[in-house]
T-cell receptor, first 113, second 110 residues
């Protein structure tokens, strides 16, 4: 186990709704990244937070947004859900810095119907 | 980030060494080579990373060629639990983003 926990583990939402996914990072880790993994594909980088500030973003629309809290836990919010948003959403935490590894949680499986 | 090329799939016999190749011919001097694996329906698991020297830890060894254009991940004694998708990733030193490709599906057979 990595110490990174995500909730909920599974979620079903209707198209057009909004969803919030949560991530508790490993103790001491100040950097959190979010990834989307569609079925049969590798994870795709959504964005990253370092000390409560977004400091990197992938090719995702603004309806994907996030927060990082003072305890370094994080939320991913997705508005106006689309069917193609159905995926495994992964959170990864790290110490930051150039020579560090990221530790992933087990993910939240989101199904949009 | 430099692109990586990995075989789509490979089989390995249990107890034998598994050698997973990765090509990254456009790698720059400020890019690390990282390996992660993902067992079905779980989050990716960090295995090992290196810049230019060979590296070894309790899970695996990473051999990087002198020109850094390719690398090999070695699982010394594969077990059935090593069956997973293995991702070779090139990451810029000051960039935390991991760019996953399709990876290599490794099946360890008894």
């Amino acid at each position: 186990e990595t110490g990174v926990t995500q909730s909920p583990t599974h979620l079903i939402k209707t198209r057009g709704q909004q969803v919030t996914l949560r991530c508790s990072s490993q103790s001491g880790h100040n950097t959190v990244s979010w990834y989307q993994q569609a079925l049969g594909q590798g994870p795709q980088f959504i964005f990253q937070y370092y000390r409560e500030e977004e400091n990197g973003r992938g090719n995702f629309p603004p309806r994907f947004s996030g927060l990082q809290f003072p305890n370094y836990s994080s939320e991913l919010n997705v508005n106006a859900l689309e069917l193609d948003d159905s995926a495994l959403y992964l959170c990864a935490s790290s110490l930051g810095g150039p020579d560090t590894e990221a530790f992933f949680g087990q993910g939240t499986r989101l199904t949009v119907v | 980030d430099a692109k990586t090329t990995q075989p789509t799939s490979m089989d390995c016999a249990e107890g034998r060494a598994a050698n997973l190749p990765c090509n990254h011919s456009t790698i720059s001097g400020n890019e690390y080579v990282y390996w992660y694996r993902q067992i079905h329906s779980q989050g990716p698991q960090y295995i090992i990373h290196g810049l230019k020297n060979n590296e070894t830890n309790e899970m695996a060894s990473l051999i990087i060629t002198e020109d850094r254009k390719s690398s090999t991940l070695i699982l010394p004694h594969a077990t059935l639990r090593d069956t997973a998708v293995y991702y070779c990733i090139v990451r810029v030193i000051d960039d935390y983003k991991l760019s996953f490709g399709a990876g290599t599906t490794v099946t360890v057979r008894a």
